[in-house]
């Protein structure tokens, strides 16, 4: 990397979008230049969060030699969408040399690292120091997948970004979204605050979908699954007050 582009992307890390061609939102622009180290992004379909983050990865591997950076979802479809994006990226921009460009794999000259997975956790065991790991769609990934993650960047003093659209309310990603953990940033990207989105064509979509869908999709609310006959908050409570921990009494008499 020369090293007026270097100089750039130190004073800057979002002109890294501008070098691809784009014109970051402003909530682009905040995820780029923030160095908190814990971030949840809940973001509207189709607004840009994976390309964000990609970039947000890129920089990183380029800024800081010899890192390790994972990029993770449930499946291997979700965080190879995620890696190819990444890896066309890094092809275009040609700031540092390639040594090996594999499937999911992303090696760099200066010995940065950049790796899908997907899974449960265990996937995630042996991996040691990384720097920054992503979890894509990650009000779906399972818990062991933090139990595995958290630990580790705790050791290296890695950086998280957990994004996603809502799925519900249920699971650690909407736990820590309405928990009061100030150790985590909360960027919450709505398509209706994005000046690249036609706003007719979300009256259409909202049409399409209906109002509870495009609530979830576009408007990022957390809405309970169809046809559910009590709410979340109700089953919460219920668990809470009678102590039942799932188990059910043997059936006698048979």
Not at 40 to 63: D, F, H, I, P, W
Not at 98 to 116: K, Q
Not at 204 to 226: C, H, P, T, V, W
């Amino acid at each position: 990397m020369d090293p007026l582009t270097e100089i750039s992307l130190r004073v800057d890390p979002a002109q890294i979008m501008a070098m691809l061609g784009f014109r970051p939102d402003p909530w682009q622009e905040t995820l780029l230049r923030s160095d908190a180290s814990r971030i949840l992004l809940l973001a509207s379909r189709q607004l840009g969060k994976s390309t964000a983050t990609a970039c947000v990865a890129l920089v990183e591997a380029y800024l800081h030699a010899d890192s390790l950076i994972l990029l993770s979802s449930k499946t291997e479809r979700q965080s190879g969408e995620l890696f190819v994006k990444l890896a066309r990226f890094h092809r275009k921009l040609n700031l540092v040399d390639t040594v090996r460009d594999m499937a999911l794999t992303l090696e760099l000259a200066n010995g940065s690292r950049i790796i899908a997975l997907c899974g449960e956790g265990d996937n995630f065991r042996g991996f040691s120091d990384p720097r920054l790991c992503i979890i894509d769609e990650a009000s779906i990934v399972s818990d062991s997948v933090m139990t595995s993650l958290l630990p580790m960047l705790l050791v290296s003093g890695g950086r998280m970004i957990a994004l996603s659209t809502p799925k519900g309310k249920r699971g650690w990603f909407y736990d820590k979204w309405i928990s009061e953990d100030t150790d985590w940033l909360r960027l919450n990207a709505r398509a209706i605050d994005s000046p690249r989105i036609d706003k007719s064509r979300l009256a259409g979509q909202k049409r399409d979908l209906g109002e509870r869908l495009y609530s979830q999709e576009f408007e990022n609310e957390f809405i309970e699954a169809e046809g559910q006959l009590f709410s979340d908050e109700t089953i919460a409570a219920i668990f809470d007050h009678t102590g039942f921990d799932g188990a059910l009494p043997p059936i006698r008499g048979i």
